[in-house]
């Protein structure tokens, strides 16, 4: 299973144990890692990444990132953090996407961003 991280790698980047970083945790972290970026092609193996072919910078952001998703993931019996939204009609109003996330992934959200992997210009409807 190709994946943006590895168990040691987890352990390596928060200091816990690698026995944490379960596959299903790695897999579920990887794909919220893909939602959040946005739009990016899928490879032929169904990622949105190629790990080994990103610049350094922007390999760490993505990898510190989904560490930081499996511990939270971990911490929080695999329930990814809540996006919601409130709409009325055609207005809608949500949380910026950095506030949407828990302190703990704000760090490496921001990294992502400033690595470039997550567009933030608005988009024309």
């Known amino acids: 299973m190709p994946v943006y991280l590895t168990a040691a790698e987890y352990a390596s980047i928060t200091g816990r144990p690698e026995a944490e970083a379960e596959d299903r945790r790695i897999e579920q972290a990887t794909q919220l890692l893909d939602a ?7 490879q032929d193996d169904g990622y949105k990444l190629e790990i080994s072919a990103l610049e350094a910078h922007k390999a760490t952001a993505a990898r510190t990132w989904v560490a930081r998703m499996v511990a939270y993931l971990h911490d929080h019996d695999d329930e990814p953090p ?7 009609g055609r ?4 949380p910026s996407s950095s506030g949407l996330l828990p302190a703990e992934l704000r760090f490496a ?3 992502l961003v400033g690595a470039g992997l997550v567009n933030t210009r608005p988009r024309p409807r």
């Open 36 to 42: 959040r970026i946005g739009a990016y092609t899928r």
């Open 91 to 94: 207005f809608s109003v949500r």
């Open 109 to 111: 959200d921001q990294q």
């Open 82 to 88: 809540s996006g919601d939204a409130v709409t009325l």
